[in-house]
Nanobody, 121 residues
């Protein structure tokens, strides 16, 4: 499994950013996808997740400001971030739960490389 994330950057407080994360690979079924974030000297925390059939879950600090969506045909998950605050500054990591149909069936979780989001004036 390969995950390619994009869309991070520098934005002013109150601004918006959209992250995307595409999963690729052969003989795969992609199940849950989502985002976590990690700020300096803090633990990684849940941002938002989506099951394959569209059930969503959000972290308390981002609910009502962030929206997760996905395109199953493209194995891509998006994170629309609005009303950004300085405390949203972190490295954002996407993940995908997958099933690999090789000689043996293997299930696992794969993380992307992380994309930096900085909210500052």
């Amino acid at each position: 499994v390969q995950l390619q994330a994009s869309g991070g950057g520098l934005v002013q407080p109150g601004g918006s950013l959209r992250l995307s994360c595409a999963a690729s690979g052969s003989r795969l079924r992609i199940d849950d996808m989502g985002w976590y974030r990690q700020a300096p000297n803090q633990q990684r925390e849940l941002v938002a997740t989506s099951t394959h059939d569209g059930r969503l879950n959000y972290g308390v600090s981002v609910k009502d400001r962030f929206t997760i969506s996905r395109d199953n045909a493209k194995n891509t998950v998006y994170l629309q971030m609005n009303s950004l605050k300085p405390e949203d500054t972190a490295v954002y990591y996407c993940y995908a739960n997958y099933v690999y149909f090789g000689r043996e069936v293997e299930a696992g979780k794969h993380w992307g490389q992380g994309t930096q989001v900085t909210v500052s004036s």
